[in-house]
């Protein structure tokens, strides 16, 4: 079955910290894609990044970096340099196809709070 | 570009009332889906649609109908409310096989279940 666990239920820093967010995931599939997905205060969903099974590269976008690893099943999130507009719940979420069928599985969430 | 649009926004239901959650997308995405968000619980998969005519159960899916007779539309029925239907509810769109890309996410209506 696809499980996707984001143990870190609210984490706080100061302005300026940098934060990890950890995502761990379970999945049978060979090919499947993991997600990060930002939810302000507003409640809207924002997408942040894409990763598929293929792809292990870490990437880079501005404060934000993402460390994929097949190896522990983590697609762990960094912010660099908080601030306080990063403030948010943070998803995590894993797609696939078991079985023939579709899925699109989120995490709990971490709920981030950025101090000023 | 209005992307997914739901509807209503509030919503607040006596135990036992029916009502219909709308869903509209306006790019074509083959795959829509319905998840609930509740505290504590993240988005939970209610159902799914991978396109018009055919449509599958989630996670979470009693209580709840589905249908998708076009592309753009995918409403979610409550067909009797109960108290646990309270929580906010988001449609989703996605293109191609619907888990290769990003899902767009509609506004969320929040319906409250007395």
């Known amino acids: 079955a696809q499980k996707v666990t984001q143990a870190q239920t609210e984490i706080s820093v100061v302005e300026k910290e940098d934060v990890t967010l950890d995502c761990v995931y379970e999945?049978?599939?060979?090919?499947?894609?993991l997600f990060w997905y930002k939810q302000p205060p507003s409640g809207e969903l924002v997408f942040l990044i894409r990763r598929n099974s293929f792809d292990e590269q870490n990437e880079i976008s501005g404060r934000y970096s993402w460390n994929f690893q097949k190896s522990t099943s983590s697609f762990n999130f960094t912010i660099t340099a908080s601030q306080v507009v990063d403030s948010a719940v943070y998803f995590c979420a894993l797609s696939g196809i078991p079985s023939g069928t579709y899925k699109y599985i989120f995490g709990t969430g971490t709920r981030l709070k950025v101090l000023a | 570009n209005a992307g997914v649009t739901q509807t209503p926004k509030f919503q607040v239901l006596k135990t036992g009332q029916s009502m219909t959650l709308q869903c509209a997308q306006d790019m074509n995405h083959e795959y829509m889906s319905w998840y609930r968000q509740d505290p504590g619980m993240g988005l939970r998969l209610i159902h799914y649609s991978v396109g018009a005519g055919i449509t599958d159960q989630g996670e979470v899916p009693n209580g709840y109908n589905v249908s998708r007779s076009t592309t753009e539309d995918f409403p979610l029925r409550l067909l009797s409310a109960a108290p646990s239907q309270t929580s906010v509810y988001f449609c989703?769109?996605?293109?191609?096989?619907?888990?290769?890309?990003?899902?767009?996410f509609g506004q969320g209506t929040r319906l409250t279940v007395v």
């Open positions: 989703a769109s996605s293109s191609l096989g619907g888990v290769e890309t990003e899902a767009f």
């Open positions: 999945t049978r599939d060979t090919t499947y894609y």
